[in-house]
């Protein structure tokens, strides 16, 4: 059974920066992909980013945060971060990490099997 704990959300003003963690427990193998998506209310979940399996370090990107988000992981406390900079008010909402057991790299999360309860991620304008 693997569990997914994010943490570091919080408020910061437009223009700041934050650094959300994923913590992921009860991996048996090392061909987990990563991701990091986000859902504000009224809105569908939208795709930030990923990261392939602990033996390689290939990233993708969503193209609303391109540029300004870093998506990297520890392989050896099994943790999944994600670096925010240069925040805007749109990027306000509930940031989720989620697992999937392949080593590549997928925008949709309906085939992602492991998620995180969610961190709140409010940027002031």
């Known amino acids: 059974q693997v569990q997914l704990v994010e943490s570091g959300g919080g408020l910061v003003q437009a223009g700041g920066s934050l650094r959300l963690s994923c913590a992921a427990s009860?991996?048996?193998?090392?061909?987990?992909?990563m991701g990091w998506f986000r859902q504000a209310p009224g809105n569908e979940r939208e795709f930030v980013a990923a990261?392939?399996?602990?033996?390689?370090?290939?990233?993708m990107y969503g193209d609303s945060v391109k540029d300004r988000f870093t998506i990297s992981r520890d392989n050896a406390k099994r943790t999944v971060f994600l670096q925010m900079n240069s925040l805007k008010a749109e990027d306000t909402a509930v940031y989720y990490c989620?697992?999937?057991?392949?080593?590549?790299?997928?925008?949709?999360?309906?085939?992602?099997?492991?998620w995180g309860q969610g961190t709140q991620v409010t940027v002031s304008s």
């Open positions: 990261i392939s399996s602990w033996s390689s370090a290939n990233t």
């Open positions: 989620a697992a999937r057991l392949s080593a590549s790299l997928s925008r949709n999360h309906y085939i992602y099997n492991y």
């Open positions: 009860g991996v048996t193998s090392s061909s987990y992909s």
